[in-house]
């Protein structure tokens, strides 16, 4: 298989839609670079980066389906796992040179400003979650293009999956952002009106003479227990739902040090943090500094539903080419 690897990269490399693909790549992220040194983290420079790999692995792989490539290889007595491994190694040395000619520029430029509230250990892992999607955006192509003969049939089941992993990935994202807490304010000159005074104390306006009380009621479109725990785990092994939260934690880190956010409310209010009873009112956004330090906390585990995904398609993808007839 080693000398197929070398092959295709001898090829690969040479043509010109990888010069054209590094290029671009060079040119995304020092944009990129720029423009998050002076405004932040742009989530936009990344998913480019990602799309221009599963574009390069498409027409690059597809090109086998049309010239005969494969057919030369099955007469010359190669095994087809072997042709699918040295397809698949080749095309994801091309992605990750890609992906380093975009991510060095991009990371390095805006460190300064995107990484300011947050450590380099930290910031590195950003960058290999991300190098992680390219992976599996590039076993993606791969698999479709080696299984599926005809290349536009194979650009639109790409199409058509990204399409998918967007569309989940939004409604998992709606539902696991929903309040555990909806808040409400009532007022009244009277101040025997009022109900649930023992949890919700109720306080005097001396500026307009009414009494008003703050209360709070728990959202029945929450999603919490076992169901919480499914989305959460679909949403961290679908691609664009790990970019869409790489996007909001940059957003927090560029804001507040989203650990050192939770440290000191947890110090200055442990009682916050003893009980997650449902009926616990929600103080001082405890629930959303929870959240978020959940979420910086799990990144870790990013790579693993990533790489684990990528093998199980690579698998697939192995066992339906053993079964394509090729002509």
């Known amino acids: 298989m080693v000398r197929l690897v070398l092959t295709n990269l001898r090829y690969l490399t040479f043509e010109k839609i990888f010069l054209a693909a590094a290029a671009a790549a060079v040119l995304l992220g020092v944009r990129g670079g720029m423009v998050g040194a002076e405004y932040g983290w742009s989530t936009e420079y990344p998913i480019f980066a990602v799309l221009l790999t599963a574009a390069v692995t498409l027409l690059n ?12 290889r099955l007469t010359l007595g190669y095994r087809r796992p072997a042709i699918f491994g040295s397809f698949l190694i080749s095309s994801l040395i091309c992605s990750t040179v890609i ?20 450590s380099g250990g930290r910031y590195l892992l950003f960058w290999a979650v991300i190098l992680c999607i390219v992976v599996l955006v590039t076993v993606g192509s791969v698999v479709l293009t080696m299984c599926i003969p005809m290349l536009p049939v194979a650009a639109v089941a790409l199409l058509a999956a990204a399409i998918g992993f ?20 009532v007022s009244s000159p009277n101040k025997k009106d009022f109900e649930n005074t023992d949890k919700f104390p109720v306080e005097y306006d001396e500026e307009f003479g009414w009494y008003y009380q703050t209360a709070c009621n728990l959202n029945e479109n929450y999603v919490d227990g076992a169901k919480r725990e499914v989305y959460t785990t679909l949403l961290l092994a679908n691609p664009y739902g790990q970019l869409a939260n790489i996007n909001s934690m940059m957003r927090w880190y560029f804001d507040v040090d989203v650990l050192k956010q939770y440290e000191e409310l947890k ?16 103080e001082f956004g405890k629930s959303e500094v929870k959240a978020a330090y959940n979420e910086v906390m799990r990144l870790v585990y990013y790579p693993v539903y990533t790489l684990a995904f990528s093998a199980l398609l690579t698998v697939g993808g192995i066992l339906v080419f053993r079964k394509r007839n090729i002509n």
């Open 267 to 282: 110090t200055a209010k442990p009682e916050l943090f003893e009980d997650d009873s449902e009926d616990e009112q929600d």
């Open 61 to 72: 792989c597809g090109r086998e389906n049309t010239d005969g490539t494969l057919r030369n």
């Open 99 to 118: 992906y380093l000619l975009f991510s060095v520029p991009f990371f390095l430029i805006a460190k300064d400003t995107v990484a300011r509230n947050m």
């Open 166 to 185: 967007v569309a989940s990935a939004e409604y998992i994202n709606r539902a696991l952002s929903e309040s555990k807490y909806i808040y409400y304010s």
